[in-house]
């Protein structure tokens, strides 16, 4: 009976106690905090929140200054003295003082060398797309598959591509010497016969000589690129795939190559800049002959400042290429690599 008495005055009590803390909390004014807890957070206090924002802003600063350093000294620089360069006609030595506008910029883009240069350029960034994405996607494939020695043909296919420029170039230069060579003594032997000056040396097949050396040598860049990306397809698609019995064509077809996609414009990309800027394969294999049959945006620019000291010319060309390179990978933005970022929009 004790317990019956006592348990409804408790409960009347901890009822008036609970109404009693609802009233003040009501009564407290709107907008003031309780007198312990003032000043405690930062956003009362202006000075604390400063120096945050400051602090961050120095932290940001200290990680982007080095590579801001380097983009002003090997990319702000530079193009800023070419741009000077080509507006003068300077031989390279003393100040630059005869000043000539845009006549150096009139002698580039007449200039029947440099057009051709430059329709050069774009062959190879087209034959280069062409040729080694099918190769690199096929090999890609095939090397995705469980097989015996499969890391020791992947390391096959990526060494050329880690190989100097300079190596590779001598070594195919020896490879493609005129009847003494290997390319056409293993022809010899089989009844056919090489090109009286040899590949390099004949117009007709000079630059579709270079373009299967630029291919031998960067294929593997597309294929480990293309093996990376085959790692995050995920399995479970083709298990689906292969109980709905879709044939491998249409596996690869349906699944393998959209998910390739990203990875394949980005090599694209990365492509189309090295054909555009190529230099050195080209400077050994022919030195941009002959006749002018392989010659480069950057082999003339070269030949015209280190052979003829036309700085200015050079200049001028140097500049036309960055802008070239700069409309064509912003073209590529905009159609191609935009794709990959209204995809993760959506």
């Known amino acids: 009976m004790a317990d019956d008495v006592t348990a409804p005055a408790a409960a009347s009590s901890a009822t008036s106690t609970v109404a009693r803390s609802a009233g003040r909390a009501h009564a407290r004014p709107a907008g003031r905090r309780p007198a312990g807890r003032a000043g405690t957070g930062t956003g009362s206090d202006p ?8 602090r961050k802003r120095a932290e940001i600063a200290f990680f982007v200054a080095p590579a801001l350093a380097l983009l002003v000294a090997f990319v702000a620089v530079p193009v800023a003295t070419a741009v000077q360069m080509s507006l003068y006609r300077w031989k390279g030595f003393g100040p630059m003082v005869d000043f000539v506008g845009l006549a150096n910029y009139v002698s580039v883009l007449t200039n029947d060398v440099f057009t051709d240069a430059l329709v050069h350029n774009l062959i190879i960034v087209v034959g280069s797309i062409l040729l080694q994405l099918p190769l690199g996607l096929a090999i890609a494939l095939l090397l995705n598959r469980k097989m015996w020695g499969q890391g020791l043909l992947r390391t096959i296919i990526f060494v050329p591509y880690v190989l100097a420029e300079v190596i590779a170039g001598v070594v195919w230069f020896q490879l493609l010497q005129p009847q003494y060579g290997v390319i056409d003594t293993m022809l010899a032997a089989v009844g056919l016969q090489g090109p009286d000056q040899g590949f390099l040396g004949t117009p007709e097949y000079a630059l579709w000589t270079v373009l299967v050396v630029l291919t031998w040598k960067y294929l593997g860049l597309a294929v480990i690129l293309f093996l990376a990306g085959l ?48 230099f050195d394969m080209v400077w050994i294999l022919t030195g941009g002959g002959p006749a002018n049959a392989t010659t480069t945006m950057a082999t003339f620019l070269v030949n015209e400042g280190t052979k003829r000291q036309n700085f200015g010319i050079a200049g001028a060309a140097s500049v036309v290429l960055f802008v070239v390179a700069l409309v064509l990978a912003l073209a590529y933005q905009r159609f191609i690599l935009s794709r990959d970022s209204k995809e993760d929009e959506a």
């Open 47 to 54: 000075g604390r929140r400063t120096r945050g924002v400051w």
């Open 231 to 278: 790692q995050g397809v995920p399995e479970e698609l083709y298990e689906a795939a292969q109980l709905d019995g879709a044939s491998w064509w249409q596996v690869q077809r349906r699944i393998t190559i959209p998910l390739l996609g990203p990875t394949m414009r980005t090599w694209g990309f990365l492509s189309m800049i090295g054909s555009l800027q190529l």
